[in-house]
C-alpha cells in the first residue's frame, strides 16, 4: 500500500517527494503562474467544473496556455485525488490543486517551458476547529487589498504577498485572528482565499465582485440563500456595517461557512455563534455536500 501522495508534474504522475520544479521557473521567481483550489468532502471533489471554469479564465486573463484542455486538467485531476484517496484518515478530506506557471524563460525567439503541477493536501481541521466553537475573531490591517486597478483580484494568481503582509501584521496582533482586508476606498474587501457575509435585520450582504475573487463557497452561500428565501445583495460594505451587523460570516473552501466571534476586538451581534442565519446557512451547506461542515471540524478538537 503506498504510504507518499503523488503530484502530477509535466506529464508525469510521481511521489510528492520526488516532484520538482527548476529554481528559474517564472512561478517561483515571479508568483507568475495561477492555480485554483477545490476540496473533497468524504473524499468526492466539490464542484470541479466551476473551479476549472475559474482556473481557465484566471490564465485567460494572465495570458498563460496550460496546454490541455479543461477536460484533460479534470481528468488528470481525478487521477491524482483517486490515487491518494487511500491515505486519507477517517475524518479527513483534501484540498486539491491545479497550478500552471509561465515556466522556465526560453532562449532567444523561444517561448517559455511552462509547468503544470496537480496536488492533493489534507484540510487543516486541527488547527481549525477552534474557529467552529469559537467563532473566528477577524482583524483589519493597515494593508489595503490591491487594487483591480493594479491587478484585477478576480484572477487568482501565485503573488499572494498583498495577502501574505496582510496576515503577517494581524498574527503579530493576534495569533487566532483571521485577516480580512479593506479596499482603498476603505470598503469590505476580502481575507486569504475567503469571502465575507454581513447580516443585519435578516438581510445578507457581501462585497461587489469587482474588488474580491469571487469564491466558489462563496456563490454556494448565495445560491443557498436563494433557496433559502434569504433576502441577499452584493454591496459597498464599511467597518460601520461590520460593527453593527447582527451576525457575520466567512466562506471559503476549508472553511465552507464560519462564523464570526469579532471585528476588530468588537464582538458581532449578542456574542453567540454561530447566529441564526449562519446556522441555516451551515444546515444547508452540510445537506449539499453530505457531509456535517461544522461537525467535521468539531470532532477535531484536541
Not at 486569504?192 to 466558489?216: H, M, R, W
Not at 433576502?231 to 457575520?248: G, K, P, R, S, T
Given at each position: 500500500m503506498a504510504t507518499e501522495r503523488v503530484v502530477y508534474i509535466d506529464g508525469e504522475i510521481v511521489p510528492e517527494s520526488q516532484g520538482k520544479i527548476s529554481f528559474r521557473d517564472q512561478g517561483f521567481t515571479h508568483g507568475d503562474a495561477v492555480f485554483d483550489t477545490t476540496r473533497t468532502f468524504g473524499g468526492r471533489i466539490f464542484k470541479l467544473g466551476g473551479h476549472l471554469d475559474r482556473f481557465y479564465n484566471s490564465l485567460k486573463y494572465m495570458r498563460i496556455d496550460p496546454g490541455m484542455t479543461k477536460e484533460k486538467m479534470a481528468d488528470l485531476t481525478m487521477q491524482v485525488?483517486?490515487?491518494?484517496?487511500?491515505?486519507?484518515?477517517?475524518?479527513?478530506?483534501?484540498?486539491?490543486?491545479?497550478?500552471?506557471?509561465?515556466?522556465?524563460?526560453?532562449?532567444?525567439?523561444?517561448?517559455?517551458?511552462?509547468?503544470?503541477?496537480?496536488?492533493?493536501?489534507?484540510?487543516?481541521?486541527?488547527?481549525?476547529a477552534k474557529y467552529y466553537r469559537d467563532g473566528l475573531p477577524v482583524v483589519t490591517p493597515s494593508i489595503r487589498r490591491t487594487p483591480p486597478e493594479a491587478i484585477s483580484p478576480r484572477a487568482k494568481v501565485n503573488n499572494y504577498i498583498n495577502l501574505v503582509l496582510a496576515e503577517l501584521e494581524v498574527k503579530a496582533q493576534n495569533p487566532d485572528a483571521w485577516p480580512i482586508l479593506?479596499?482603498?476606498?476603505?470598503?469590505?474587501?476580502?481575507?486569504?482565499?475567503?469571502?465575507?457575509?454581513?447580516?443585519?435585520?435578516?438581510?445578507?450582504?457581501?462585497?461587489?465582485e469587482q474588488y474580491i475573487l469571487a469564491g466558489i463557497s462563496r456563490q454556494t452561500a448565495i445560491d443557498l440563500a436563494h433557496e433559502l428565501n434569504i433576502e441577499i445583495h452584493e454591496a459597498d460594505i464599511d467597518l460601520y456595517d461590520a460593527y453593527i451587523a447582527d451576525e457575520v460570516f466567512v466562506t471559503s473552501t476549508s472553511f465552507c461557512i464560519c462564523a464570526v466571534s469579532s471585528i476588530n476586538g468588537s464582538p458581532v451581534g449578542d456574542g453567540g455563534v454561530p447566529g441564526p442565519v449562519t446556522d441555516r446557512l451551515q444546515k444547508a451547506y452540510s445537506g449539499l455536500v453530505g457531509t456535517d461542515i461544522v461537525g467535521q471540524y468539531l470532532d477535531s478538537l484536541e
Amino acid at each position: 500500500m503506498a504510504t507518499e501522495r503523488v503530484v502530477y508534474i509535466d506529464g508525469e504522475i510521481v511521489p510528492e517527494s520526488q516532484g520538482k520544479i527548476s529554481f528559474r521557473d517564472q512561478g517561483f521567481t515571479h508568483g507568475d503562474a495561477v492555480f485554483d483550489t477545490t476540496r473533497t468532502f468524504g473524499g468526492r471533489i466539490f464542484k470541479l467544473g466551476g473551479h476549472l471554469d475559474r482556473f481557465y479564465n484566471s490564465l485567460k486573463y494572465m495570458r498563460i496556455d496550460p496546454g490541455m484542455t479543461k477536460e484533460k486538467m479534470a481528468d488528470l485531476t481525478m487521477q491524482v485525488l483517486d490515487t491518494n484517496k487511500p491515505l486519507l484518515g477517517e475524518n479527513d478530506d483534501y484540498w486539491v490543486t491545479q497550478r500552471v506557471t509561465r515556466g522556465v524563460p526560453g532562449g532567444p525567439g523561444e517561448p517559455s517551458r511552462h509547468s503544470v503541477i496537480i496536488e492533493c493536501t489534507p484540510l487543516p481541521f486541527v488547527a481549525r476547529a477552534k474557529y467552529y466553537r469559537d467563532g473566528l475573531p477577524v482583524v483589519t490591517p493597515s494593508i489595503r487589498r490591491t487594487p483591480p486597478e493594479a491587478i484585477s483580484p478576480r484572477a487568482k494568481v501565485n503573488n499572494y504577498i498583498n495577502l501574505v503582509l496582510a496576515e503577517l501584521e494581524v498574527k503579530a496582533q493576534n495569533p487566532d485572528a483571521w485577516p480580512i482586508l479593506l479596499d482603498v476606498n476603505g470598503n469590505i474587501a476580502e481575507g486569504p482565499g475567503s469571502n465575507l457575509f454581513l447580516v443585519k435585520d435578516g438581510v445578507i450582504s457581501t462585497p461587489k465582485e469587482q474588488y474580491i475573487l469571487a469564491g466558489i463557497s462563496r456563490q454556494t452561500a448565495i445560491d443557498l440563500a436563494h433557496e433559502l428565501n434569504i433576502e441577499i445583495h452584493e454591496a459597498d460594505i464599511d467597518l460601520y456595517d461590520a460593527y453593527i451587523a447582527d451576525e457575520v460570516f466567512v466562506t471559503s473552501t476549508s472553511f465552507c461557512i464560519c462564523a464570526v466571534s469579532s471585528i476588530n476586538g468588537s464582538p458581532v451581534g449578542d456574542g453567540g455563534v454561530p447566529g441564526p442565519v449562519t446556522d441555516r446557512l451551515q444546515k444547508a451547506y452540510s445537506g449539499l455536500v453530505g457531509t456535517d461542515i461544522v461537525g467535521q471540524y468539531l470532532d477535531s478538537l484536541e
